[in-house]
């Protein structure tokens, strides 16, 4: 989605922004924009599509050491030059970029036109620059406090005034940002990605908080006035690799990356000799844990299907009341939120509106919310303060693979310490955590003999239509397959319990139809063999996920993918990785852009 950078300092703006603005790329985007301040005002230069478009667009140079820049995702008004990034006010001497949305935009745009103020752009952002100039009178930190007031909605802003080229003003409300303190320079951004190139130390700004930044750092207030004395925190040291390392595209390297991903989320955590598992950032005791009746995941797309897989297990091992649910649909519904429920938000980036408005619902109603989340610092872990990072390491690619095993893996080492709590005994305890170590070495050992995935790439890439069904623990492993393969090749797909086929869905198949059935060994085994011959009957060719060594299965199949054995609530670890590689070949052999999918954002952060 949207993304910002902005650079003030000792060197040469222009080429530290499209190199920032590169780097954040990988979260999507449609047109780019960079507005420099010179000494007689704004040089703007603005493209629809690539950074690298924009980079041919600059290439007239400039020595400022002071601008702002944009990668825009469109909300507001269709993909054009005019609603491009960064936006000036009418006298081209204030330049603004945006994440967010305004949604009194249409009341300011009046009270602003009625002012006689033209508008160019169709955006919301827009009426920002028109509202800071009207509140402007030579000091830039107050003109921007003065015009968020008038503002309702959600922004992440960085303003620059070229009558001030020795500052910049930032500020944050919903949308996050980033200030990146180095030597001699300041880097802001909304994403650590575009940071790391020039430092680790950075300053989170919160929510309602307005920066003044300058080449020696920056002034951090609250949006309603006062000093705030934020400590300095340090990005992660894996941020920096943000390289293919071999691989064609990202989505490859971290499907690859996968038993590494998970051995990160599993190190110091699971111990077999106490058959439990301890995740400190809980802060939780035993008896905490206990008094726990019931749990709750909150998430979107891959997210709400890991913490699918995460409710089945905590039902199933701990015997507890638990479900997941989709964040859009649940902090729009004004939910009940039990006092002794214990939420978890999960999310990769950890800045996703919609997960972030469910947390947010969550303790408005006195709920006790805990974060899953890949992305340290983010938005999420801050509201939720406690939780657990997965340690997946940067996900770049748009569709997301690591991030997905490890919530999963995250999500499973909690059951074992709630099980333990409840009904499981030492003995049982020591084998789930054996399971659970257990849980890389399988993956390598898959990843190491993937199997025929080209051949049921090959029965998938040219299908009008196809499906992908599976029950209990497999049955989210079909609906993130399905989404998978949607995202990256974009071959019309849905995903059913295999146990609904006969109530809908059959109706859909026809001689030929694919059908990718994920059947590992385990309490529903038996019972998809029926649902696998009940579609053959009606023409569909199936691709089998299944136990190795289970011949039966392999043998009904006209694709067998087999991985390697594995306890029930581990499975999805295992078969969720062929259909990443099915998608990711699909897409290849479809000619996608497989790291940065048409329509789609890597961080979701509007609602
Ligand atoms: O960053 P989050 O985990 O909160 O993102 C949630 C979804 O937007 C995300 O999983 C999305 O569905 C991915 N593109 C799936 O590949």
Redesign the pocket.
């Given at each position: 989605m949207c993304g910002i950078i902005a650079y003030i300092g000792d060197q040469e703006a222009l080429p530290r922004l499209i190199e920032g603005l590169r780097r954040l790329e990988y979260r999507g985007y449609d047109s780019a924009g960079v507005a420099l301040i010179e000494p007689d005002g704004v040089w703007l230069r603005r493209a629809v599509g690539r950074v690298a478009g924009l980079a041919a667009e600059t290439s007239d140079g400039c020595t400022s050491k002071v601008g702002i820049a944009h990668t825009r995702w469109a909300t507001h008004g269709g993909v054009t030059l005019e609603n491009t990034h960064p936006h000036l006010d009418a006298t081209h001497r204030i330049a603004v970029v945006h994440n967010g949305i305004i949604e009194n935009m249409e009341a300011l745009k009046a009270v602003l036109i009625a002012d006689g103020v033209e508008f160019l752009s169709e955006t919301d952002t827009e009426v920002l620059p028109h509202l800071i100039r009207r509140h402007y009178t030579g000091d830039p930190l107050e003109a921007v406090r003065a015009a968020l007031s008038h503002v309702h909605g959600t922004y992440g802003i960085a303003v620059a005034f070229a009558d001030h080229p020795d500052v910049l003003i930032a500020a944050r409300f919903g949308s996050p940002l980033v200030i990146g303190l180095g030597d001699g320079e300041t880097v802001l951004a909304s994403d650590p990605q575009a940071i790391v190139a020039h430092t680790r130390r950075v300053l989170y700004l919160d929510d309602r908080e307005i920066a003044v930044i300058s080449a020696d750092g920056a002034k951090v207030q609250r949006l309603s006035g006062g000093d705030v004395n934020r400590d300095v925190s340090l990005i992660e040291a894996d941020y920096a690799v943000a390289e293919l390392g071999g691989h064609e595209h990202f989505m490859a390297k971290e499907i690859w990356e996968q038993p590494d991903a998970l051995l990160r989320c599993l190190r110091g955590r699971v111990q077999i000799e106490r058959g439990n598992a301890k995740l400190g950032g809980l802060n939780m005791t035993p008896r905490d844990m206990v008094n726990i009746r019931e749990v709750v995941t909150v998430?979107?797309?891959?997210?709400?299907h890991a913490g699918m897989v995460g409710s089945m297990a905590i039902e199933h091992l701990a015997r507890l009341p638990a479900h997941a649910e989709v964040?859009s649909e649940f902090r729009n519904r004004h939910p009940i939120i039990p006092p002794d429920a214990l939420y978890f938000a999960?999310?990769?980036?950890?800045?996703?509106a919609d997960?972030l408005g469910a947390v947010e619902e969550i303790l408005v109603k006195g709920g006790q919310v805990m974060g899953v989340v890949?992305?340290v610092g983010s938005s999420?872990a801050r509201t939720c303060g406690a939780g657990v990072y997965v340690y997946a390491g940067p996900e770049i690619a748009?569709?997301?693979?690591k991030?997905?095993t490890s919530?999963v893996t995250a999500l499973l080492v909690f059951t074992l310490m709630l099980a333990r709590t409840r009904n499981q005994s030492l003995a049982q305890g020591e084998n789930i955590a054996r399971a659970l170590l257990e849980a890389p070495d399988k993956l390598q050992e898959y990843l190491d003999d993937p199997g025929p995935i080209d051949a049921a790439a090959d029965l998938v890439k040219d299908a009008k239509y196809c499906m992908f069904m599976g029950r209990g623990f497999s049955y989210p492993v079909a609906l993130e397959g399905a989404?998978?393969l949607k995202?990256i090749s974009y071959v019309p797909c849905e995903a059913y319990p295999a146990g609904e086929m006969k109530h809908g869905p059959i109706a859909m198949l026809e001689d030929g139809t694919p059908v990718i059935v994920i059947a590992p060994r385990g309490s529903q085994r038996d019972k998809v063999i029926s649902n696998i011959k009940e579609v053959q009957a009606r023409g569909a060719r199936t691709i089998i996920v299944h136990t190795r060594g289970d011949d039966e299965m392999a043998r009904l199949a006209d694709v067998s993918i087999p991985v390697p054995e594995v306890r029930e609530f581990i499975s999805p670890l295992l078969t969720v990785v062929p259909l990443q590689l099915l998608a990711y070949k699909v897409g290849i052999a479809l000619g996608r852009d497989i790291d940065k999918p048409r329509n789609?954002a890597?961080?979701?952060t509007v609602e």
């Open positions: 998430g979107c797309g891959t997210a709400y964040a999960v999310s990769q980036s950890g800045e996703t997960t890949n992305v999420i748009v569709a997301s693979t991030a997905f919530q989404l998978k995202e789609l890597k961080s979701v």
